[in-house]
């Protein structure tokens, strides 16, 4: 069993940083592949950014690549995601995830075992 805790989301003008952090608990963290997903009002939850196993590995979806940075510290059961150059459109709340799978890079939401609670961002323009 993994618990994950997200935090760091909040209030942010367009074109400012936030960082987010995802708290894992138990001792197997550097089993799971993690990813960042997001969902606004009235979309599908979609994959932001995904980190395997080691931290050598990373995928990000196009409308954040360049501006969004996913890293992990398994020493600290923590994966991180550096949200910059925000734009309005990042408004939504953010969940953290783990997948223990053989894939490296899983993007879907079903390869996905546990998920944190989410965390609130809101860019103003």
């Known amino acids: 069993q993994v618990q994950l805790v997200e935090s760091g989301g909040g209030l942010v003008q367009a074109g400012g940083s936030l960082r987010l952090s995802c708290a894992a608990s138990?001792?197997?963290?550097?089993?799971?592949?993690m990813g960042w997903f997001r969902q606004a009002p009235g979309k599908e939850r979609e994959v932001v950014a995904v980190i395997d196993r080691s931290g050598g590995r990373a995928y990000y979806a196009d409308s954040v690549k360049g501006r969004f940075t996913i890293s992990r510290d398994n020493a600290k059961n923590t994966v991180y995601l550096q949200m910059n150059s925000l734009k309005p459109e990042d408004t939504a709340v953010y969940y953290c995830?783990?997948?223990?799978?053989?894939?490296?890079?899983?993007?879907?939401?079903?390869?996905?075992?546990?998920w944190g609670q989410g965390t609130q961002v809101t860019v103003s323009s």
């Open positions: 995830a783990a997948a223990y799978t053989v894939a490296t890079i899983p993007l879907r939401n079903r390869d996905y075992d546990y």
């Open positions: 138990g001792r197997t963290f550097s089993s799971y592949a």
